[in-house]
C-alpha cells in the first residue's frame, strides 16, 4: 500500500534557527512528490514538485530534495512568517495517478 | 483569476441532516477533487473527475456521501443523512491536468459540524 509519513509532527525553531523536515515515501514507482504550505483556515498551497532522485528545487529560504526513499525540505534562517504546516504528497503507483498526502509537519518559527 | 470557490465556509448542522457542499473551480482547469482533512486522518481524497466524470471514487467512505459535477464550473459533495464523525474540513482543488496528479488549486475549505 502506498504510504507517506511526515516528521517530526510538530517543530518548534527560533528565527534563524535552520532546520529539516522528512517525508518518507513507499510507493511503486514514484511519478512525483509534492510539498505544499498550510496556513491556519486555508487550504494547502503548493510549493515544489520533485521528480527523480537528486532532484533539487528552491524558493525562498526553502529548498527541497529527493531520494529513492525520502524527501526533506531544509528551511534555511527561518522567519515567523514560514510557520505553517507543511504537507508533503506523492502520486499513488495506480492507474488514476491520484496524491496521497502525509498529515504534515507543523512548524513554528519564535521572533 | 478568484481561485476555486467553496461554500459555504461553515457549516453546523445536526445529525441526521444533509449536508451540500458547494464548490467552483478555475476556469479551465478540467480536473476537480474533493478531500477531506481531520487531526487524525490528515487529507483523505474522497473522488476526483475529470472532464466533468467521476475518475476514482473509492474514498467516499459509504453510500451517504455522493458526488456530482454537472458541469466543468459546478460540483457539489452532499452527505445525507449527516452523522458527528463526518465533522471534518471540506476542501475541493482543481488542476489543469488531465492525468489528475498535477499541482492542484485548493480552494479554503468548508467547515463541517455535526452535532
Known amino acids: 500500500e502506498d504510504q507517506v509519513t511526515q516528521s517530526p509532527e510538530a517543530l518548534r525553531l527560533q528565527e534563524g534557527e535552520s532546520s529539516s523536515l522528512n517525508c518518507s515515501y513507499t510507493?511503486?514507482?514514484?511519478?512525483?512528490l509534492f510539498w505544499y504550505r498550510q496556513d491556519p483556515g486555508k487550504g494547502p498551497e503548493f510549493l515544489f514538485t520533485l521528480y527523480s532522485a537528486g532532484e533539487e528545487k528552491e524558493k525562498e529560504r526553502l529548498k527541497a530534495t529527493l531520494t529513492k526513499k525520502e524527501s526533506f525540505l531544509h528551511i534555511t534562517a527561518p522567519k515567523p512568517e514560514d510557520s505553517a504546516t507543511y504537507l508533503c504528497?506523492?502520486?499513488?503507483?495506480?492507474?488514476?495517478?491520484?496524491?496521497?498526502f502525509g498529515t504534515g509537519t507543523l512548524l513554528a518559527v519564535q521572533p | 483569476d478568484a481561485g476555486v470557490i467553496q461554500s459555504p465556509r461553515h457549516e453546523v448542522t445536526e445529525m441526521g441532516q444533509e449536508v451540500t457542499l458547494r464548490c467552483k473551480p478555475i476556469s479551465g482547469h478540467n480536473s476537480l477533487f474533493w478531500y477531506r482533512q481531520t487531526m487524525m486522518r490528515g487529507l483523505e481524497l474522497l473522488i476526483y473527475f475529470n472532464n466533468n466524470v467521476p475518475i476514482d471514487d473509492s474514498g467516499m467512505p459509504e453510500d451517504r456521501f455522493s458526488a456530482k459535477m454537472p458541469n466543468a464550473s459546478f460540483s457539489t459533495l452532499k452527505i445525507q443523512p449527516s452523522e458527528p464523525r463526518d465533522s471534518a474540513v471540506y476542501f475541493c482543488?482543481?488542476?489543469?491536468?488531465?492525468?489528475?496528479?498535477?499541482?492542484?488549486?485548493f480552494g479554503a475549505g468548508s467547515r463541517l459540524t455535526v452535532l
Open positions: 504528497a506523492v502520486v499513488d503507483g495506480g492507474a488514476t495517478n491520484k496524491l496521497i
Open positions: 482543488a482543481s488542476s489543469p491536468d488531465s492525468s489528475g496528479a498535477n499541482v492542484l488549486t
Open positions: 510507493v511503486s514507482g514514484l511519478r512525483g
